[in-house]
């Protein structure tokens, strides 16, 4: 991907995200950020996920890292929905913290057999995700696996919609309105997003590639909590 491919460029700055398009135009917006609710339905989720894990033989899957992803195509009559893994991120400040200390690890486990390094991954990962003040609420993270129509419909237009839907009875559920930011291998957000992954790269409730081309950072400018209720109760 280079500059030119890019019909859309996305700069956020603290509670402003800035949209400069190709023809000139530049909008912003400002940014919502995560609700209370959802950062502590993601970290308790988490939480649950890495006291299975190494303990049960199989996941196959895991609902609340999950969302139905919206995007719009230049003159298309109905929207695209896909599938996208995505996960918190760190504070600015934190981020190169993080990325190194899972990079490292990564590199110090790489030659021993994946289920007996699962305790040390685990380990690493709940010390972000055990830290709800480490979080940044204002965006959200995610890798581009497949550059097929997501990818297009976000480099000319780079507003889209996460549908999150958790398990029942509760059937937790939010939906996410977005500028998304593309940001390429070497960006210490992509490094974060790109090493967290790998902790877990091989388990079954992941989708297993080569590498990824570069990721996404999803600013929440409006935030909507979709959850079922009694009717009649709000």
Not at 27 to 46: K, V
Not at 153 to 181: H, I, K, M, T
Not at 197 to 225: C, I, M, N, S
Request: charged residues 25%.
């Amino acid at each position: 991907m280079t500059q030119k491919d890019m019909k859309a460029k996305v700069v956020a700055h603290g509670q402003v995200v800035v949209v400069m398009r190709g023809d000139g135009t530049t909008r912003e917006y400002a940014i919502e950020g995560l609700p209370p609710d959802f950062i502590a339905w993601q970290i308790e989720a988490r939480q649950a996920l890495f006291q299975r894990l190494g303990s049960e033989p199989s996941i196959s899957t895991f609902a609340p890292h999950l969302p139905t992803l919206v995007t719009w195509g230049e003159g298309a009559l109905f929207p695209n929905l896909a599938a996208k893994g995505m996960g918190l991120l760190p504070q600015d400040k934190l981020l190169e913290e993080y990325a190194i200390e899972f990079e490292n690890l990564l590199a110090h486990l790489a030659n021993r057999p994946w289920p007996e390094t699962m305790r040390e991954r685990v380990s690493a990962a709940q010390r972000f995700y055990g830290q709800a003040e480490a979080v940044d609420r204002r965006c959200l993270g995610g890798l581009e696996i497949f550059e097929g129509t997501t990818y297009r419909n976000l480099l000319s237009n780079p507003l889209a919609s996460l549908l999150y839907v958790g398990p029942g009875p509760r059937y937790r559920s939010f939906q996410l309105d977005c500028v998304v930011e593309v940001v390429a291998p070497g960006d210490p957000r992509y490094r974060f997003i790109r090493s967290i992954r790998g902790l877990f790269e091989h388990e079954r409730f992941h989708y297993q590639q080569p590498d990824y081309p570069f990721g996404y950072v999803f600013w929440v400018v409006e935030a909507r909590d979709k959850s079922l209720r009694v009717r009649g109760k709000g």
